[in-house]
């Protein structure tokens, strides 16, 4: 079993920067895919981010590209979003997820989820 904890949400101004952080404990050895989602209100789970450890490599939606930066530590147990320019649609609820079910790595079925982060941008 794997636990992830994300934190590092909060309020900022459009075009401020914030950091999230998704602390994963358990079996960290078994995870390939790391990334994140996010949920706006009336919306559904959308892509936001995911890392593959081997080989490395990372993938973004398109309306993160160029301002969103994902990154993990080599032991896999941190997992990271740099969020950079932000707008205010990108407001919603960060999810961390892990291990995918499937080959879609931008579709919303992963094994493991953490509770979420809260992230409000002001206009």
């Known amino acids: 079993q794997v636990q992830l904890v994300e934190s590092g949400g909060g309020l900022v101004q459009a075009g401020g920067s914030l950091r999230l952080s998704c602390a994963a404990s358990?079996?960290?050895?078994?995870?390939?895919?790391t990334g994140w989602f996010r949920q706006a209100p009336g919306k559904e789970r959308e892509f936001v981010a995911t890392?593959?450890?081997?080989?490395?490599?990372?993938f973004y939606a398109d309306s993160v590209k160029g301002r969103f930066t994902i990154s993990r530590d080599k032991d896999g147990n941190m997992v990271y979003l740099q969020m950079n320019s932000l707008k205010p649609e990108d407001a919603a609820v960060y999810y961390c997820?892990?291990?995918?079910?499937?080959?879609?790595?931008?579709?919303?079925?992963?094994?493991?989820w953490g509770q979420g982060t809260q992230v409000t941008v002001s206009s």
């Open positions: 890392i593959r450890s081997w080989p490395r490599s990372t």
């Open positions: 358990g079996r960290t050895s078994s995870l390939h895919v």
């Open positions: 997820v892990a291990e995918p079910y499937g080959s879609s790595i931008d579709r919303p079925e992963y094994r493991y």
